[in-house]
């Protein structure tokens, strides 16, 4: 098992290699990076944002064609959301190995404040690790340092750990899917 990364082109370039290599050691599972060749729909003209849902339902579709079992994560530019909701930093979908992450939100100059590459890079592999570890069955962790805590703000994903606790650890090493990996 491993992870195979997109990187759209609107997605913050330059930062593929150092947040699939913070992924994979957080996860403990090999990734790798390709340019996306996944043409997504889903736009809401009304909100200026994609739906999410959408954007995993065009990965589903890719990932019904992947020969080899992999993880699927689309990092993207642009923003996202799930009915019902705002706006969501990633989604996933655990039955088909497909998930999505947004820079949108996660750049610092969104909230009108100074860009900060490392941040930016910090985040996004929490929040890849994040939708990783449901891709894994893993659900939400009321441990708020877990990379498995819901981060509802920016300053939730920020105040993570880079890690999984011991509780989520080891629901990963006994789940059969870690057989695989």
Same mark, same amino acid.
């Given at each position: 098992m491993n992870i195979?990364?997109?990187?759209?082109?609107?997605?913050?370039?330059?930062?593929?290699?150092?947040?699939?290599?913070?992924?994979?050691?957080?996860?403990?599972?090999?990734?790798?990076?390709?340019?996306?060749?996944?043409?997504?729909?889903?736009?809401?003209?009304?909100?200026?944002?994609?739906?999410? &849902?959408?954007?995993?339902?065009?990965? !589903?579709?890719? *990932? +019904?064609?992947?020969?080899?079992?992999?993880?699927? =994560? #689309?990092?993207?530019?642009?923003?996202?959301?799930?009915?019902?909701?705002?706006?969501?930093?990633?989604?996933?979908?655990?039955?088909?190995?497909?998930?999505?992450?947004?820079?949108?939100r996660l750049r610092?100059?969104?909230?009108?404040?100074? &860009?900060?590459?490392?941040?930016?890079? !910090?985040?996004? *592999? +929490?929040?890849?690790?994040?939708?990783?570890?449901? =891709? #894994?069955?893993?659900?939400?962790?009321?441990?708020?340092?877990?990379?498995?805590?819901?981060?509802?703000?920016?300053?939730?994903?920020?105040?993570?750990?880079?890690?999984?606790?011991?509780?989520?650890?080891?629901?990963?090493?006994?789940?059969?899917?870690?057989?695989q990996l």
């Open positions: 195979l990364i997109f990187w759209d082109r609107d997605a913050p370039a330059g930062l593929e290699i150092p947040v699939a290599r913070i992924i994979s050691q957080i996860m403990d599972i090999p990734a790798e990076v390709c340019e996306s060749p996944v043409l997504y729909n889903g736009f809401d003209r009304s909100r200026n944002q994609f739906d999410a &849902s959408a954007i995993l339902t065009c990965l !589903d579709v890719f *990932s +019904r064609r992947n020969e080899e079992k992999r993880f699927i =994560l #689309l990092v993207t530019g642009d923003d996202i959301f799930r009915p019902g909701t705002r706006y969501v930093f990633g989604l996933s979908r655990p039955a088909t190995g497909t998930a999505v992450i947004s820079s949108a610092n100059e969104y909230w009108g404040l100074p &860009s900060d590459e490392m941040m930016l890079i !910090d985040r996004l *592999s +929490r929040e890849g690790a994040h939708e990783i570890g449901h =891709l #894994l069955h893993l659900d939400h962790c009321t441990n708020t340092s877990c990379i498995m805590a819901n981060p509802l703000t920016l300053d939730d994903l920020d105040n993570k750990k880079s890690m999984l606790c011991q509780t989520c650890m080891s629901k990963v090493q006994n789940s059969p899917l870690s057989v």
